[in-house]
């Protein structure tokens, strides 16, 4: 197992960037898959959206929502991965979480064993 800790979110408005980041521990980073989710509040009882996933090798892979605005990158010397968001817009208002997988990146939630509590962001019109 691997733990994750997710930090950066926050109040902005819209159009502003904002970078989260999750701290990974317990296991050998470099091995993971890693994976951006987000949780709207608006669907509280609808499955995590897949925002963006970077492999092992550092392919990247982003939803339609948020391509060209989000970028995936990861750091294995610091166990960290990370998410630089652009342009933030009102839609992207969610709480978003942090996931890791020994398989290949995934899109969906149950492509992941392992998640962060969550970091709230949420973007002000």
């Known amino acids: 197992q691997v733990q994750l800790i997710e930090s950066g979110g926050g109040l902005v408005q819209v159009g502003d960037s904002l970078s989260l980041s999750c701290a990974a521990s317990g296991r050998t980073f470099s091995n993971y898959a890693m994976g951006w989710f987000r949780q709207a509040p608006s669907a509280p009882g609808k499955e995590r959206e897949f925002?963006?996933?970077?492999?092992?090798?550092?392919?990247?892979y982003y939803s339609g929502s948020v391509k060209g605005r989000f970028t995936i990158s990861r750091d294995n010397a610091k166990n960290t991965v990370y998410l630089h968001m652009n342009n933030l817009q009102p839609e992207d208002t969610a709480v978003y979480y942090c996931a890791a997988t020994l398989y290949d990146v995934g899109r969906v939630h149950d492509d992941y064993g392992n998640w962060g509590q969550g970091t709230q962001v949420t973007v002000s019109s």
């Open positions: 925002v963006a996933a970077i492999s092992w090798v550092h392919s990247t």
